[in-house]
């Protein structure tokens, strides 16, 4: 019998490793991709891709009648395991390279490939690019877009997990959205009717009472039939909420001291990604905040612009929002606080000064929405007579307001969107740009 104890190490050495300098000189197995191949004649560079990024190797043309160092009809995205000495070689990524004894194939592809993925740029339309998906990925600038959008939940994760917050994971097929409206895709659940989730409202208000502060990295569904730049019908939302606030700047607090921590981890452990893409990270030291009602009229007063929906923000609006703030106050973030009351949910707590608004917020970056939250009502009487005040009813609801009839500490939290904000972040025009695979109106494979 045999039994498994955990991970055997293994022959081959990994791209962290070479970059220590502990194998210089040294000969080493390497497993890799093929990215290119760049037949010199007496010499052939074999250029590897690893996750971390990629590796040069040198396969000098052998003399005649000597045996070759094998596989001489590789082809690109071969699977394979070179070995060979490590050598200092400035002009090769990373600064290292592999001289070539041997190769040994895992795979040959089967075809050739569609599209040229080992150019640095594709230069190819994003329908090319979403349609050979699996493909493009592969793409070095295509993988650091993606390795930059881990660093962004990876902060999250960290940072909350540093503020005593819960990771919790809570359910997408559900008895109804948290959202309300038509906007959801509804489900034949065992004969019975439910819906995928529009978001973990409810379930992480729930476990406010639990865990006091919880946070959750995980898809959402919005049914929505647009088909814009920056609407997605799947998306990643990264969520908390956190209880015995003081009030909803708490939570705005909060996002602010999160947004600092992540820019300083991808500053710090994403330089390569950062700088293949040229992207400069935000400052976010900090971040001004101002009322719904007194934004519109800052973009009307300067760029001309009449205020024709005074209750809710048109995407030109938010756009001018955020070059106003970028032109008076340095800032590519601004909080807009104090939304009305009859376009946001019924959990929202409205404004004890005026209840036409509420104890809610928007966080814009570089002119687009990128986060919802606020203060919820946490008291039982006070979220029934606002239900039935829109005509609700609250035996629908039953399960969700159970936590308010046993006992709710004063709460708030947010939702922030993933994809928008690397989509911003990465000075990108479209959404689907910073989704792996996206899911859209006409979009449902690969």
Not at 108 to 119: G, Q, T
Request: hydrophobic share 35%; charged share 30%.
């Amino acid at each position: 019998m045999e039994f498994i104890k955990g991970i055997q190490k293994k022959e081959t050495t990994e791209l962290a490793d070479l970059l220590t300098g502990a194998y210089t000189g040294k000969t080493v197995s390497v497993s890799g991709a093929v990215h290119t191949i760049r037949d010199m004649g007496e010499l052939s560079f074999i250029i590897l891709r690893k996750a971390e990024g990629l590796i040069q190797c040198v396969r000098e043309r052998s003399p005649e009648g000597a045996e070759p160092p094998s596989a001489d009809d590789l082809k690109e995205e071969s699977t394979v395991i070179v070995t060979g000495a490590v050598s200092p070689e400035p002009r090769a990524p990373h600064g290292l390279e592999i001289r070539v004894s041997e190769i040994r194939v895992l795979s040959v592809p089967a075809e050739v490939l569609p599209i040229a993925v080992s150019k640095w740029k594709l230069n190819t339309s994003l329908e090319t690019k979403l349609a050979l998906r699996p493909i493009t990925l592969r793409n070095p600038m295509e993988r650091a877009k993606f390795r930059i959008q881990e660093g962004i939940v990876r902060g999250f994760r960290d940072f909350l997990h540093s503020q005593h917050f819960t990771e919790i994971r809570t359910p997408k097929i559900v008895a109804r959205g948290a959202e309300g409206g038509s906007n959801v895709f509804r489900l034949d659940y065992f004969n019975k009717k439910a819906e995928l989730g529009q978001s973990p409202q409810f379930y992480k208000q729930t476990m406010v009472g639990v865990y006091d502060r919880v946070f959750e990295a995980a898809p959402v569904f919005r049914a929505e039939k647009h088909n814009t730049t920056r609407h997605l019908n799947e998306y990643t939302s990264l969520d908390f909420e956190m209880g015995y606030i003081d009030g909803f700047e708490d939570v705005m607090a909060m996002e602010t001291a999160m947004l600092q921590y992540v820019m300083k981890l991808l500053s710090e452990e994403y330089e390569k990604e950062l700088l293949m893409l040229n992207v400069t990270l935000p400052d976010v030291s900090k971040i001004p905040a101002v009322t719904f009602k007194r934004a519109k009229e800052l973009v009307s007063e300067k760029y001309s612009r009449p205020i024709r929906n005074p209750y809710d923000l048109e995407p030109e609006e938010e756009n001018l929002i955020g070059r106003y703030f970028k032109e008076e106050f340095g800032s590519d973030f601004v909080f807009v606080t104090h939304y009305p009351s009859k376009k946001r949910p019924f959990y929202a707590m409205d404004d004890p000064q005026d209840p036409k608004y509420t104890l809610s917020f928007d966080l814009l970056f570089r002119g687009l929405e990128i986060t919802t939250g606020g203060q919820r009502i946490h008291d039982y009487d006070a979220i029934i007579k606002k239900m039935e005040a829109r005509g609700m009813d609250p035996e629908e609801l039953a399960s969700y307001l159970m936590i308010f009839k046993y006992g709710m500490p004063p709460h708030g939290g947010l939702g922030i969107g993933l994809e928008r904000l690397t989509m911003r972040l990465l000075n990108e025009q479209n959404v689907r740009e910073t989704t792996m695979f996206p899911r859209d109106v006409t979009r449902l494979e690969p």
